[in-house]
């Protein structure tokens, strides 16, 4: 069974084909980071004009890559949320043109469900039930997942997500767009006992997160961080202009490394929490901060003092892709094949905060 994915939640437009839910034969990723970057975030009016002028070079593409045609395509994937309203739109409304005028079956996704089934590609062997992370710009979120498919909601941030605090301390260090990978690249270079920044929620009786009081924290440090004279380096929250000096370095550097330690801690502590109150079996961490090479060194040492496998997609399936699209649509179809033929998804709608108990429940 072949398999088009579309994924359009936010700025990346994106297109794939899987060979029995599994295999990807092509999955094609157009990013906005460079319109987006001046900006510091995305801005959702131009991440609705980029989707709607990539989006059918992005699936012709990814036909082309597989070595197929929309003719041998036996089934269509779509993310219908959560995420930008109007990005939504613009791949639910192709992807359901495409299914009405082929004739084919439309899955709608929620996009976390694709998060989660990257793990599955190239590897169908995952132990149930585990947990799984789900980290990214948009969401810090705990499953307890006891069988492919269904997710038990353990936890979620009280605020902002792990992903968006990387972005909002990048941008305040002026280092650009997306945050992640740069903050992860520079606090190689820094101590990360340099400095301690909060790790909310941590006595409390739950699996929430929150990061708000750490973005906070990095905030207030540099308004009072000072130079080799005793003056304060930054007189405003604009945190311009950067100092220009090797030891100015150090200090972000350093600064950085902390506040990446300061939620790797929070994920990683609330993560083994939850395993240990489910007994599960294993970890899977997915989502873009999957990425963050911090992180899954400390997880799997964290996996591997309990006995249990942890699971990572490869870097290219953790951000925004459609070859997860695919995979969690190719599973739900041959589970409730019945539920996603013509006219059943005409009905289907953008659902920018979707939640994932909303979607079809699998069950065995």
Same mark, same amino acid.
């Given at each position: 069974?072949?398999?088009?994915?579309?994924?359009?939640? /936010?700025? #990346?437009?994106?297109?794939? *084909?899987?060979?029995?839910?599994?295999?990807?034969?092509?999955?094609?990723?157009?990013?906005?980071?460079?319109? &987006?970057?001046?900006?510091?975030?995305? *801005?959702?009016?131009?991440? /609705?004009?980029?989707?709607?002028?990539?989006?059918?070079?992005? *699936? #012709?593409?990814?036909?082309?890559?597989?070595? %197929?045609? =929309?003719?041998?395509?036996?089934?269509?994937?779509?993310? @219908? +949320?959560?995420?930008?309203?109007?990005?939504?739109?613009?791949?639910?409304?192709?992807?359901?043109?495409?299914?009405?005028?082929?004739?084919?079956?439309?899955?709608?996704?929620? &996009?976390?469900?694709?998060?989660?089934?990257?793990?599955?590609?190239?590897? #169908?062997?995952?132990?149930?039930?585990?947990?799984?992370?789900?980290?990214?710009?948009?969401?810090?979120?705990?499953?307890?997942?006891?069988?492919?498919?269904?997710?038990?909601?353990?936890? !979620?941030? !009280?605020?902002?997500?792990?992903?968006?605090?990387?972005?909002?301390?990048?941008?305040?260090?002026?280092?650009?767009?997306?945050?992640?990978?740069?903050?992860?690249?520079?606090?190689?270079?820094?101590?990360?006992?340099?400095?301690? $920044?909060?790790?909310?929620?941590?006595?409390?009786?739950? =699996?929430?997160?929150?990061?708000?009081?750490?973005?906070?924290?990095?905030?207030?440090?540099?308004?009072?961080?000072?130079?080799?004279?005793? @003056? !304060?380096? $930054?007189?405003?929250?604009? $945190?311009?202009?950067?100092?220009?000096?090797?030891?100015? #370095?150090?200090?972000?550097?350093?600064?950085?490394?902390?506040?990446?330690?300061?939620? %790797?801690?929070?994920?990683?502590?609330?993560?083994?929490?939850?395993?240990? @109150?489910?007994?599960?079996?294993?970890?899977?961490?997915?989502? +873009?901060?999957?990425?963050?090479?911090?992180?899954?060194?400390?997880?799997?040492?964290?996996?591997?003092?309990?006995?249990?496998?942890?699971?990572?997609?490869?870097?290219?399936? /953790?951000?925004?892709?459609?070859?997860?699209?695919?995979?969690?649509?190719?599973?739900?179809?041959?589970? /409730?094949?019945?539920?996603? @033929?013509?006219?059943? $998804?005409?009905?289907?709608?953008?659902?920018?905060?979707?939640?994932?108990?909303?979607?079809?429940?699998?069950?065995?």
């Amino acid at each position: 069974m072949l398999t088009l994915g579309i994924e359009t939640s /936010c700025d #990346e437009t994106s297109a794939a *084909v899987l060979a029995d839910g599994h295999d990807v034969l092509a999955n094609i990723i157009s990013s906005q980071h460079s319109i &987006h970057a001046a900006y510091g975030g995305v *801005v959702p009016e131009l991440a /609705c004009r980029s989707h709607t002028q990539n989006i059918r070079p992005v *699936v #012709e593409a990814a036909l082309v890559q597989a070595d %197929v045609t =929309l003719r041998d395509i036996d089934l269509i994937g779509v993310t @219908q +949320g959560p995420g930008l309203v109007g990005a939504l739109l613009i791949g639910l409304s192709f992807a359901k043109s495409l299914a009405y005028g082929l004739g084919k079956p439309l899955v709608g996704v929620h &996009h976390l469900d694709g998060h989660v089934s990257a793990i599955y590609l190239g590897d #169908e062997s995952v132990p149930c039930p585990f947990v799984a992370l789900v980290v990214s710009g948009g969401h810090s979120d705990l499953y307890y997942c006891p069988q492919r498919g269904r997710y038990d909601v353990l936890g !979620r941030t !009280r605020d902002d997500a792990a992903g968006e605090c990387f972005d909002k301390v990048a941008k305040m260090l002026s280092l650009g767009y997306p945050g992640g990978p740069v903050v992860n690249r520079l606090a190689e270079h820094g101590n990360p006992a340099a400095i301690h $920044f909060p790790r909310a929620m941590q006595r409390r009786n739950n =699996l929430d997160f929150s990061f708000s009081g750490v973005k906070a924290a990095v905030r207030s440090y540099l308004l009072d961080v000072s130079d080799l004279h005793g @003056q !304060r380096i $930054f007189q405003d929250d604009s $945190f311009w202009p950067l100092p220009d000096s090797p030891q100015w #370095e150090q200090d972000r550097n350093d600064i950085l490394a902390s506040f990446q330690e300061a939620v %790797v801690d929070a994920l990683v502590s609330k993560t083994i929490r939850a395993v240990e @109150q489910t007994k599960a079996e294993a970890i899977a961490v997915v989502g +873009g901060v999957a990425c963050n090479t911090v992180l899954r060194r400390r997880m799997a040492l964290a996996g591997e003092s309990l006995g249990l496998p942890v699971l990572f997609p490869p870097p290219i399936l /953790c951000t925004d892709n459609a070859a997860m699209i695919a995979a969690a649509a190719a599973f739900r179809y041959e589970a /409730c094949r019945e539920l996603y @033929q013509y006219p059943a $998804f005409l009905d289907l709608d953008a659902c920018p905060n979707l939640g994932i108990s909303e979607t079809v429940s699998v069950s065995t």
